[in-house]
């Protein structure tokens, strides 16, 4: 089982930065892509960025294409979300999640994920 806690959500004006963590308590932290997903309120959950699980390779939403930088630290079984030039429709719960390595195109599909944290409230006045 993994568990997955994320932190460093807040309350911020726009055009901040938030850079958000998840510790993921495995020992198999190599066997596992990860993701960030949020989820607005009254909306869908929404693919945010991933990467995999050397670290290699990461998927960006487009609305956080060239704002959002996602790491990972695999000495540290922790993943990164550096979140620049935050905009109002930011604001949402953001989750990280792990799925088994190797899922590929399937990234960013909530279900291919078998792992979630319990998320954190990002919020970004105008």
């Known amino acids: 089982q993994v568990q997955l806690v994320e932190s460093g959500g807040g309350l911020v004006q726009a055009g901040s930065s938030l850079r958000l963590s998840c510790a993921a308590s495995t020992v198999t932290f190599t066997a596992y892509d990860m993701g960030w997903f949020r989820q607005a309120q009254d909306k869908e959950r929404e693919f945010v960025a991933a990467i995999t699980s050397s670290g290699g390779i990461a998927n960006y939403a487009d609305s956080v294409k060239g704002r959002f930088t996602i790491s990972r630290d695999n000495a540290k079984n922790t993943v990164n979300l550096q979140m620049n030039s935050l905009k109002p429709e930011d604001t949402a719960v953001y989750s990280c999640?792990?799925?088994?390595?190797?899922?590929?195109?399937?990234?960013?599909?909530?279900?291919?994920?078998?792992?979630w944290g319990q998320g954190t409230q990002v919020t970004v006045s105008s």
């Open positions: 999640a792990a799925a088994p390595r190797g899922v590929g195109s399937r990234l960013k599909i909530p279900s291919a994920y078998n792992h």
